[in-house]
């Protein structure tokens, strides 16, 4: 049995910026667009209204940022689209690098007066790394802003692909005129206002050239001609290289505005691939072989990319996102979690609007189901109907700040590792334990996320805790080619010994040296700097 006209209905595709580029904006208006919702703004209203118990959702409200992904799913043309808002503040950069490996394209946002800035490079190295196929949307074109050409050679530069322009602007700032739509040679005028839809704007078709010059003088001749600059610069757009991460199309508008995105969405449709195939280690005589799973296979499979606990403050229930590989989840199957082999009967799986859940009643490759999990789950996970599946490529990188808990009431030690135990299989924090014992450590990529963690562990689980710094400043994970290896240097190293929250053994350092003088004294110990899932496939050693 094959589900190849459902997969081929599916995009999955993420959002990534650098923050205030205008990413969730721009998430609200492809919503509405898609008739997902009603009014924009009603994605943050109902997150609002519905957790204005939760702490963190409170920390976003305050500093107006993402510090958590989100997963939205529309339906569009026909198309299933899910797509999922990434936090664009680097602190929480660990949570879209996850997310990251669960989609199969991503959309990038660029904010048209500052161009591609310095969070926006990391996410497109990630990407790269993973050759993911991007469509750029310059935004905020109704602003004053740099010269689209300027721009285009900027993204070039830092992307290292060309650019091939699908839309093209018609003057900016209070000069902005519209967009020339490449694909239907038309131009689009634009209107500002945020309550008009698509189709309330008026579209132009090229051949009228004459009224076009007349009506938008100096702006269309300017327009005009660095547009034949930049398509003549460019290749044409072909599938296959930007399938393949080779080259990206670039649209302009103005997000706030609804100006530009119904074409935006038009290309995902059109342009961005179906769920692909995916490498998986297949266990076979207790040997790893390396199998690529179909989309359109009939075994349900699917990876866990991301666990948030707390989602709903009267339930302190937890939700494992599952990304599904293949197959066809449908209420009440039996499944298994691969890394234990234990049975998962999910009671409650849902797919989301935002905060907003729906119950299932069917999914596919490609699509990002919920599964409400009392613990037993972590990210990375491999969860199948049965198969013996092994998904590698999440990855955990070693943190750069650490901070020391102590608890200022230290009869509430059960709630405090309770909280930390989910925290840290939430992928929030880091969590190491010291093997000598001791206060437990956190580990993070960004100081922001300490102060989450705090707030969270008072407001989720009533521990009131300090953190004060401590002497490390990084984490290696640590492997041997023989267990005697492993002993002997962890008996030289006491000290430096901790467990991660999936038990997997770090060796701790207090500067740069520390690993390259361990590494002297052990050659045949491997440092990690990056940690796979399960400890299954562990990063070049470091």
Known sequence: MTY????????TFAIISHPDAGKTTLTEKLLLFSGAIQIAGSVKARKASRHATSDWME????????????VMQMLYREHVINLLDTPGHKDFSEDTYRVLTAVDSALMVIDAANGVEAQTRRLIEVCRQRDTPIITFVNKMDREVRDPLDILDEVEREL???????TWPVGQGKSFGGIINLRTQAMTVFDSGSERLPQDFETIPLTEQAQLAERFGLEWQTAM?????????????????????QQTPVFFGSGVNNFGVMEVLDALVDLAPAPKPRTSNLLVNKQ????????EDSAFSGVVFKVQANMDANH????????????KYTPGMKLKVQRTAKELRPTSVVTFLSQRREAVDEAYAGDIIGFTTHGGVQLGDTITDGA???????????????MTVILKNPLRTKQLQTGLDQLGEEGAIQVFKPEIGGPMLLGAVGQLQFEVVQHRLKAEYDCDVRLEGCQYTGARWITADTPAELREFTNAYPQRMSLDAAGTLAYLCTSPYDVRLAQER??????????????LALGSAG
């Not at 290292?160 to 699908?166: F, Q, R």
Request: hydrophobic share 45%.
């Open 160 to 166: 290292g692909m060309p650019c091939v322009p699908m």
């Open 59 to 70: 920390i976003e409200k305050q500093r107006g940022i993402s510090v958590a992904s989100s």
């Open 388 to 402: 013996n599946l092994q998904f590698t490529g999440l990855p955990f990188f070693a943190p750069e700040l650490f």
């Open 4 to 11: 190849a006209n459902e997969t081929r209905r599916r995009r």
């Open 522 to 535: 052990f050659p045949k110990i491997h440092f990690h700097p990056l940690r796979e899932h399960a400890g």
């Open 288 to 295: 790893a072989v390396v199998k690529e799973i179909q989309p």
């Open 225 to 245: 001609d660095s547009m034949e600059l930049a398509t003549g610069a460019s290749p044409a757009f072909d599938e296959a290289a930007f399938l393949a991460g």
């Open 316 to 327: 302190r229930d937890r939700i494992a996102f599952v990304r599904m590989a293949s197959g």
